[in-house]
């Protein structure tokens, strides 16, 4: 099990995340946390607020595991939760109907262990394009086909770093855009304005 906990000082008001789920939480297929989710995440975050973020994950986690660990977890205050869960699901041959089932049981565990203004469930990666993933695996759960493709690590399996980055800025642009009122300091962050 992967838990660590660190604040990123800057600016603003304080943003506390929780991270929690599987391998792809967790940093698989980077070298460093500054390089996984939760480093890229609190660094383009940084500019509009001061992150405290906390992880907790387990390689290998499937749905069920995930709100055992959570149910087993302190419970604390969070302003946002991100989970990664789903590809063991998926592995596991459990149906898009039952993982989806899961997932409204962790959010019902979340909101009363955690509090968050914002309950981010990450969609399952695009894992027809998992070259170590044997077909007919690759192909048979389309349903769960996510958004963010290209970018694995050399493992053929998990996100590398420009995976992890482009998640990490589709993450941010949805906490900036979510006014989080159950958090006086969260609903101070601002939304990045889209000037290109």
């Not at 991100?82 to 699901?89: K, Q």
């Not at 914002?118 to 759960?141: D, E, G, K, N, T």
Request: hydrophobic share 45%; glycine share 8%; with cysteine.
């Amino acid at each position: 099990m992967d838990i660590r906990s660190l604040c990123i000082r800057h600016q603003g008001p304080l943003l506390r995340i929780l991270i929690a789920g599987d391998s792809a939480a967790a940093g698989v297929g980077v070298a460093t946390q500054a390089e996984a989710l939760a480093g890229r995440l609190a660094r383009h975050l940084s500019p509009h607020c001061t992150v405290q973020w906390r992880l907790i994950a387990v390689n290998g986690l499937e749905s069920p595991g995930l709100l055992a660990l959570l149910e087993a977890t302190p419970a604390d205050r969070f302003d946002v939760v991100v989970l990664s869960i789903g590809v063991n699901d998926v592995t596991g041959l459990r149906a898009p109907s039952k993982w989806l089932q899961w997932q409204d049981r962790l959010a019902l565990v979340i909101e009363r262990r955690f509090r968050p203004g914002l309950l981010i469930h990450c969609a399952v990666p695009p894992m027809h394009r998992f070259s170590a993933l044997p077909q007919p695996l690759r192909a048979m759960h389309s349903p769960f086909q996510g958004s963010v493709a290209g970018g694995l690590a050399c493992d053929g399996f998990h996100p590398g770093v420009v995976a992890y980055n482009l998640w990490a800025e589709g993450l941010v642009k949805r906490i900036l855009a979510t006014p989080m009122a159950a958090s006086e300091a969260s609903s101070r962050v601002t939304p990045v304005s889209s000037a290109a």
